[in-house]
């Protein structure tokens, strides 16, 4: 049985009369940016997440650098930032020259907040809290710590759509809560998209200027701003996915709980949860030492995995400038070494799971 790691074609067959529905209405529509599709998204996503205002993007890359951009954060500032995360977190702070602090992941494979306040220096402006593989981070902390030396939270909940710290949703903690609608996503689109959910209006609106050119009046431009708007395509189609977003969820997390129960294997290791967090399973991430062999082993027996991520950001090419060297983050890069994801996705039915199961059981390393 040939198992891919992920598949969008299940989650969209499910529903397909309601998107293409959807589809063909926006295409008639003769209206395609910013209409009222995106100020619906807008609203029913706001109303989803308990945040006050939504502001629809084109992707989760740029709701990260806008939020850093609009809340003054440049220059020479610090940004507190997991070591394992994916890259474009980063790229958020460092496309306004601001500069990324790299913490240790803690076991849930969040931000160790035992290990944050050593890294706060004078210049540090904001904790950039990744709520990664889906499972919201230990907000209560973090907003001690924020508060305790007047600190920015901005949150990046690409990966965690619908999770809650202690009954309250990610994305609603901090000044800026940032996602990213990537079809693989919890909340996918069939495209790029994104948006940021803030509580006040003075804020929504400058998100609303600065992804149309600067503009809050046409062709009157305050600031230099960026082409960052959510399509009224993707939004109308994500309104559709959003009505059933929980369903989704929870179907991820039934899958998540028999991996659990049944995976059975002293190489490797399954994931932990933590208390006062929900986790939506955006991946289902185990960790061994014998990755290599281990892959190729699934390989063999047509399961496909992807490592989240091979390469952590401060040892990719592009941080070089950095000068981060190799064994500053020990624990970011055994992660790096060890961590696998495997098949997981909407649809995934009993027969294709049981095999992954068994298939993974039965693994014994050689070398
Ligand atoms: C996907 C992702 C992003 C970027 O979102 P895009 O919409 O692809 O720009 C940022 N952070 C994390 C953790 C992600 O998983």
Redo the contacts with the bound molecule.
């Keep these: 049985m040939k198992i891919m790691p992920n598949r969008m074609d299940r989650g969209f067959q499910r529903y397909q009369q309601e998107f293409e529905a959807k589809a063909i209405e926006v295409l008639r529509s003769g209206w395609y940016i910013l209409g009222k599709e995106v100020e619906r998204f807008e609203k029913e996503f706001a109303n989803y997440t308990g945040g006050r205002y939504c502001v629809g993007l084109a ?4 709701a ?1 650098w806008l939020a850093f951009r609009i809340l003054g954060i440049g220059e020479g500032d610090e940004v507190l930032v997991q070591g394992n ?2 890259i ?2 980063v790229m958020g702070i460092t496309i306004n020259h601001a500069v990324p602090v790299f913490v240790e992941p803690d076991s849930y494979y969040n931000i160790d907040v035992t290990k944050l306040e050593e890294k706060i220096t004078p210049r540090t402006k904001a904790i950039l809290v ?1 709520h ?1 593989y889906g499972q919201a981070a230990n907000m209560k902390e973090i907003i001690r710590i924020a508060k305790k030396h007047h600190l920015k939270i901005v949150e ?1 909940c ?2 965690s759509h619908g999770a809650c710290f202690d009954g309250k949703m990610t994305g609603t903690f901090g000044d800026v809560g940032c996602f ?3 079809p693989s ?1 919890n909340l996918g689109g069939f495209g ?3 948006a940021v959910v803030v509580k006040e209006e003075a804020l929504a609106q400058m998100f609303r200027i600065y992804r149309n050119y600067g503009s809050e009046k046409r062709y009157y431009n305050k600031v230099v701003g960026a082409n960052s708007r959510l399509d009224e395509i993707q939004a109308g189609l994500l309104r559709v996915r959003l009505s059933h977003l929980d369903e989704l969820n929870q179907e991820r997390c039934r899958l998540c709980e028999k991996y659990l129960k049944e995976l059975k294997n002293p190489v490797i290791q399954l994931p932990k949860r933590q208390k006062n967090s929900t986790h939506v399973w955006h991946q289902f991430v185990i960790r061994t030492s014998n990755r290599k062999e281990f892959i190729r082993y699934l390989q063999e027996k047509e399961i496909g995995t992807i490592i989240h991520y091979p390469i952590p950001p401060h040892l990719s090419e592009a941080y070089s400038y950095l000068e981060i060297d190799r064994s500053q983050l020990p624990i970011t890069e055994q992660y790096a070494e060890e961590v696998l994801s495997i098949p997981l996705y909407n649809g995934m039915i009993e027969e294709e799971q049981n095999y992954v199961i068994d298939t993974i059981n039965q693994f014994k390393p050689v070398g």
């Design positions: 992707s989760g890359l740029d990260l995360t994916y474009a977190s990744v990664l990046d690409a990966q990213s609608f990537y996503k790029d998209g994104g």
